[in-house]
Structures are given as structure tokens and as C-alpha cells.
Nanobody, 122 residues
Framework: QVQLVQSGGGLVQPGGSLRLSCAAS????????MGWFRQAPGKERDLVAG????????YYSESVKGRFTISKDNAKATVYLQVNDLKPEDTAVYYC???????????????WGQGTQVTVSS
């Protein structure tokens, strides 16, 4: 059972940046695809970025493409989400997830971090 522990997040002004981190408890992390989802109040949990187990391919939703960067450090068993040029509509709880493949459906991801709030406001 993979446990994922998130860090980062907080309150940032529009145009600001943050780095979210997600550390895995097991070395089997290296075999998993990783994803970052976000969920705003009253909305569904949406995939914003995903990365294959070897870091060789990434996916981004159209709303974050060019502003967010996902990366995976297998040696540290950690996945990162660098978020730049933040906008108020990026405000949400952000979750990392681990699974066998990158899927836009939250149901396909068996392991989840605890979530971290990102609030973009002036």
C-alpha cells in the first residue's frame, strides 16, 4: 500500500508561484504513474497534470498548460507540481495520486495524498 504525503500550498497572489510536493512511502513508487488533481468547492476532481512512471511523457489539461510543470524524482520517491502565473480560478484543493497509468478519471487512481489547499487571491 503506497502512502502519499503532500506538502506545499498556501495563499498566493495572482501571478505568483508555488511548488507542491508529494512523497511516497515505498520504493515501488518508481513503477507508478503519478498525477495531480484539483477540486474546487462544488466541482468534480479534475486531472491537471500526469506523468508516466519513468517521467518520459507528461500530460497537462488545457487550463494549466504552459503554467504548470509536473516532474518525478524516483530517487527521492517524490513528485512535484510547479505552478506558475497563478490565477484566482486555480484556487482549489490539490491532490496527488499514484496509479498504473495516467487517466483523467479519479476512479482509476488507487492511491491518494491528503490534499493541500491552494488559494489565489489579492
Amino acid at each position: 500500500q503506497v502512502q502519499l504525503v503532500q506538502s506545499g500550498g498556501g495563499l498566493v497572489q495572482p501571478g505568483g508561484s508555488l511548488r507542491l510536493s508529494c512523497a511516497a512511502s515505498e520504493r515501488s513508487f518508481i513503477t507508478y504513474a503519478m498525477g495531480w488533481f484539483r477540486q474546487a468547492p462544488g466541482k468534480e476532481r479534475d486531472l491537471v497534470a500526469g506523468i508516466l512512471w519513468n517521467g518520459g511523457s507528461t500530460y497537462y489539461s488545457e487550463s494549466v498548460k504552459g503554467r504548470f510543470t509536473i516532474s518525478k524524482d524516483n530517487a527521492k520517491a517524490t513528485v512535484y507540481l510547479q505552478v506558475n502565473d497563478l490565477k484566482p480560478e486555480d484556487t482549489a484543493v490539490y491532490y496527488c495520486a499514484a496509479g498504473s497509468f495516467v487517466s483523467s478519471s479519479a476512479r482509476d487512481w488507487p492511491y491518494w495524498g491528503q490534499g493541500t489547499q491552494v488559494t489565489v487571491s489579492s
